[in-house]
């Protein structure tokens, strides 16, 4: 009789835009799995814990325990389940819009969240919000002109792509920081649309194990 296939872990913050992404991967995907919430800001940051360190050098969430193997960096980590669970795809089959899907998920996880992210702002003290805004409102203005290229009723035509995994977290970090949202026509309209499906509705911050109960849905 074969041993029980032990379910994935997926260390986790509720609030953590990269760790946003993976739960709707895994949502999407129909794979059941648990998380082990490590909270950004107690006890000095449960990231920088060795138990964590050692699970990612680079203390960061998320950190994903599945088929045996520990992975971080959230795109990795859906590229993976993508590669071995492929159905319902996330990438295109067309390497055009393949191309695409990830060049719009590069710009925002490159070009955005990082500059906006935890690490970051600590060093920036009263003019958080400020560099935030700058941050968010700059990267949004490219991505908005790409979408106007590539956009169907998500980021890259009629199907939900791995480029959309990565919009919808940073909408709501948006959200978050008060940037205006009005010059983006086409990141608000595809934003709502998102939000509306389930996987986005159920890995959504404001529900997770970990969500603080003043904030939680």
Same mark, same amino acid.
């Given at each position: 009789?074969?041993?029980?296939?032990?379910?994935?872990?997926?260390?986790?913050?509720?609030?953590?835009?990269?760790?946003?992404?993976?739960?709707?991967?895994?949502?999407?995907?129909?794979?059941?799995?648990?998380?082990?919430?490590?909270?950004?800001?107690?006890?000095?940051?449960?990231?920088?814990?060795?138990?964590?360190?050692?699970?990612?050098?680079?203390?960061?969430?998320?950190?994903?325990?599945?088929?045996?193997?520990?992975?971080?960096?959230?795109?990795?980590?859906?590229?993976?389940?993508?590669?071995?669970?492929?159905?319902?795809?996330?990438?295109?089959?067309?390497?055009?819009?393949?191309?695409?899907?990830?060049?719009?998920?590069?710009? /925002? @996880?490159?070009?955005?969240?990082? =500059?906006?992210? #935890?690490?970051?702002? $600590?060093?920036?003290?009263?003019?958080? %919000?400020?560099?935030?805004?700058?941050?968010?409102?700059?990267?949004?203005?490219?991505?908005?002109?790409?979408?106007?290229?590539?956009?169907?009723?998500?980021?890259?035509?009629?199907?939900?792509?791995?480029?959309?995994?990565?919009?919808?977290?940073?909408?709501?970090?948006?959200?978050?920081?008060?940037?205006?949202?009005?010059?983006?026509?086409? /990141? @608000?309209?595809?934003?709502?649309? =998102?939000?509306? #499906?389930?996987?986005? $509705?159920?890995?959504?911050?404001?529900? %997770?194990?970990?969500?603080?109960?003043?904030?939680?849905?």
């Amino acid at each position: 009789m074969c041993a029980a296939v032990a379910k994935p872990i997926l260390y986790s913050y509720f609030r953590s835009s990269c760790s946003w992404r993976v739960r709707i991967a895994l949502t999407l995907k129909g794979i059941a799995y648990e998380q082990a919430p490590v909270h950004l800001l107690k006890d000095g940051g449960q990231q920088h814990s060795s138990e964590f360190q050692a699970l990612n050098p680079m203390q960061q969430v998320p950190a994903l325990k599945i088929d045996g193997v520990t992975l971080s960096q959230s795109l990795a980590i859906i590229e993976y389940l993508e590669e071995t669970r492929p159905n319902p795809r996330i990438l295109p089959q067309d390497p055009k819009k393949r191309a695409q899907v990830r060049m719009i998920s590069d710009h /925002i @996880v490159s070009g955005i969240q990082p =500059l906006q992210n #935890l690490s970051v702002l $600590q060093q920036m003290g009263e003019k958080q %919000q400020e560099w935030a805004e700058h941050c968010i409102s700059r990267g949004f203005k490219a991505v908005e002109q790409v979408l106007q290229e590539t956009a169907g009723r998500y980021c890259v035509g009629d199907e939900v792509t791995m480029a959309d995994l990565c919009l919808v977290p940073q909408v709501y970090n948006a959200a978050r920081f008060k940037v205006d949202l009005a010059p983006y026509p086409t /990141i @608000v309209r595809i934003n709502k649309a =998102l939000l509306e #499906l389930d996987a986005f $509705q159920i890995s959504h911050p404001c529900r %997770q194990p970990d969500t603080p109960p003043e904030t939680r849905a």
